[in-house]
């Protein structure tokens, strides 16, 4: 369940993307924000999407978390979901 109001989750999905496109990325945390687990990947979902629809390739995926360790250290073990990003290639104009 999400935490954030749908606004919230707009601001910061366009917030992120607009740091990425600049070179900045992660500015938004500069204002010590909390974003929890599932906020995070609809955000991140939210982010691939629009960077599909300005034409960007999907050209692969990285799953992430996968290690037990890793797990503990970020309290993933309930978690009943695949950490994972998509791998995008910016057309040559």
């Known amino acids: 369940m999400s935490h954030l109001s749908q606004k919230e989750l707009d601001l910061f999905t366009n ?8 070179k900045n990325p992660g500015t938004i945390f500069k204002d010590k924000i909390e974003i ?4 995070a ?3 991140q979902s939210n982010i691939a999407r629009l960077r599909e629809k300005r034409g960007e390739i ?6 992430g978390c996968v290690a037990k360790e890793t ?7 309930n978690l009943h979901v695949v950490i ?3 791998v995008n290639c910016t057309p040559a104009v």
Do not use: M
């Not at 917030?15 to 496109?21: H, N, Q, R």
């Open 15 to 22: 917030k992120i993307l607009e740091d990425y496109d600049a």
């Open 36 to 39: 929890g687990n599932e906020d």
């Open 41 to 43: 990947l609809l955000i």
């Open 58 to 63: 999907i050209i692969g995926y990285k799953i």
């Open 71 to 77: 797990q503990k250290k970020w309290d993933l073990r």
């Open 84 to 86: 994972f990003g998509k």
